[in-house]
């Protein structure tokens, strides 16, 4: 299977943020970006695709940023890829 770079770069987000998450509490997209060298406008937009899809959910304020809205342990890579509407 090959993967282009938003289906590889929502994958490793992914990854990042169950590895960076702490006690449910959100993880922002500057972070990931930074940590992951992903532009942050291309980073939005995979988060609100994976937002629609019901993946992640978003938390506001000044502590906020993005939270898994499901057991990250039930993510499947092609439900990733689904939301933002790649082509396997």
């Known amino acids: ?9 929502a994958v490793m987000s992914l990854v990042d943020m169950a590895i960076n998450s702490v ?5 922002s997209l500057s ?3 930074s940590r992951q060298n992903i532009s942050l406008p291309f980073l939005v937009q995979i988060f609100i ?3 629609k899809s019901g993946i992640v959910k978003s938390v ?3 502590s906020g ?3 898994f809205a499901k057991n990250p342990d039930f993510i499947k890579i092609y439900d990733v890829i689904k939301a933002i509407d ?3």
Not at 23 to 27: D, E, G, I, Y
């Open 1 to 9: 299977m090959k993967l282009t770079s938003k289906g590889r770069f």
């Open 23 to 27: 006690a449910n509490k959100p993880v």
């Open 31 to 33: 972070d990931i970006s």
């Open 49 to 51: 695709s994976l937002k």
């Open 60 to 62: 506001r304020g000044p």
């Open 65 to 67: 940023g993005y939270t």
């Open 86 to 88: 790649e082509d396997l």
